[in-house]
């Protein structure tokens, strides 16, 4: 028996009870058809799977902008990667090996951006962390806090960011006011937006020349590198 018929009958079982005239459990009856009705549409609601999400096209190139997103590597570089990523992501954290082993494998060749995207839903540390980050970058110290957050992951908190601030040697006033400015919120909104606009929806979200990365390992980085390089 369903909740909505124990519930039909319980009703039924109480007016009779109580004793009314025929002219009363008829109407209670029509009155429970229409409750079973609309609660055998809302049963089905609730079980019903969740739309797929669409497919992404793994030909598609998007148009992503390096910005004011901190890059390494040369500027003028054949080959762009830009990557959406977590501070507070094990995923992410994992990735960052491999990201400098392209680096190094590619010195010339390939230019690196970062670009936050948070995810505020499971991660409570993830937006501070990242405000830490491009708060640092403002004093030129980036990818020094980059280093920091990712290697000390599980230790994420407002006095550990003063803390590497001071380890990485920037002034640690200046470093507090701009992660708390209306700026450094404004660079986060506006590469979550980004990220949004490139059908990102998870983290470490890789990017090679506009391309998303569909194997995340050496091998995928090289075959996504390699074609687009001069042949030797």
């Not at 609730?46 to 030909?59: E, G, K, M, S, Y």
């Not at 090996?97 to 680096?103: E, H, R, T």
């Not at 962390?129 to 990818?143: D, E, L, M």
């Amino acid at each position: 028996m369903t909740k909505g018929t124990m519930i039909g009958v319980t009703l039924v079982a109480a007016a009779v009870g109580c004793g009314p005239n025929p002219a009363d459990i008829e109407e209670l009856k029509k009155g429970q058809k229409e409750i079973l009705a609309k609660l055998e549409v809302l049963e089905k609601k609730a079980v019903a799977p969740a739309p797929a999400r669409p497919a992404v096209d793994p030909n598609k190139v998007y148009d992503l902008q390096v910005g004011a997103s901190p890059t390494a590597g040369p500027s003028e570089a054949k080959v762009t990667i830009v990557e959406f990523s977590d501070y507070q992501c094990p995923f992410c954290s994992q990735a960052e090996p491999l990201l400098d082993q392209v680096m190094q494998a590619y010195p010339k060749d390939v230019k690196r951006v970062y670009k936050q995207f948070p995810l505020t839903s499971i991660h409570p540390n993830a937006l501070p962390a990242s405000k830490a980050a491009v708060a640092a970058g403002k004093q030129g110290k980036f990818w020094e806090m980059h280093k920091k957050l990712f290697t000390n992951q599980r230790e994420l908190s407002p006095d550990n960011y003063k803390k590497w601030a001071q380890e990485i040697g920037i002034d640690v006033a200046k470093f507090e006011k701009d992660m708390n400015s209306p700026e450094v919120q404004a660079q986060i909104d506006k590469e979550m937006q980004e990220a949004r606009s490139a059908d990102v929806t998870g983290t470490p979200t890789i990017f090679v020349n506009g391309k998303r990365l569909q194997q995340r390992s050496m091998e995928g980085f090289k075959a996504a590198i390699d074609p687009a390089l001069p042949k030797s």
